[in-house]
Nanobody
Framework: QVQLVESGGGSVQAGGSLRLSCIAS????????MAWFRQAPGKEREGVAVIRSDGMLIYADSVEGRFTISQDNAKNTLYLEMNSLKPEDTAMYYC????????????????WGQGTQVTVSS
C-alpha cells in the first residue's frame, strides 16, 4: 500500500521559516520524481518544487531562492525547507510522486499525500 505522509506545517509570521517532510512507503522511492505542490483556498493546485528522478531540481518562480527541496533516499523522505515566508505562501502543501515526470500537470503524478497546512501571517 502506497503512502505519502506530510508533516512540518504550522503557523509562522512573515519572514519566518518552516521545514516540511514527506515520508513515502509502498513503492520504489528512488525511481520516482518527487514534488511539492500547494493549494490556497479558492485557487488551483500549483507546483512548487520537484526533484526529478535524474536529480534535476526545478522550482516555481514564486519560490526560487527562498525554498529548497531535498531528499534522503535512505529514509524515503522528501523535504522542503521554506525561508523568508510570505503571506502568499499560505496554503495546504502536498507531496506527490511521479513515475514518469511530465511537468506540473496533476495527472502526471501517481501518488499524493494528504497535505500539511502552512499559514503565514503578516
Amino acid at each position: 500500500q502506497v503512502q505519502l505522509v506530510e508533516s512540518g506545517g504550522g503557523s509562522v509570521q512573515a519572514g519566518g521559516s518552516l521545514r516540511l517532510s514527506c515520508i513515502a512507503s509502498g513503492y520504489t522511492y528512488s525511481t520516482y520524481s518527487m514534488a511539492w505542490f500547494r493549494q490556497a483556498p479558492g485557487k488551483e493546485r500549483e507546483g512548487v518544487a520537484v526533484i526529478r528522478s535524474d536529480g534535476m531540481l526545478i522550482y516555481a518562480d514564486s519560490v526560487e531562492g527562498r525554498f529548497t527541496i531535498s531528499q534522503d533516499n535512505a529514509k524515503n523522505t522528501l523535504y522542503l525547507e521554506m525561508n523568508s515566508l510570505k503571506p502568499e505562501d499560505t496554503a495546504m502543501y502536498y507531496c506527490a510522486a511521479a513515475e514518469r515526470w511530465m511537468g506540473w500537470v496533476l495527472f502526471g503524478y501517481n501518488y499524493w499525500g494528504q497535505g500539511t497546512q502552512v499559514t503565514v501571517s503578516s
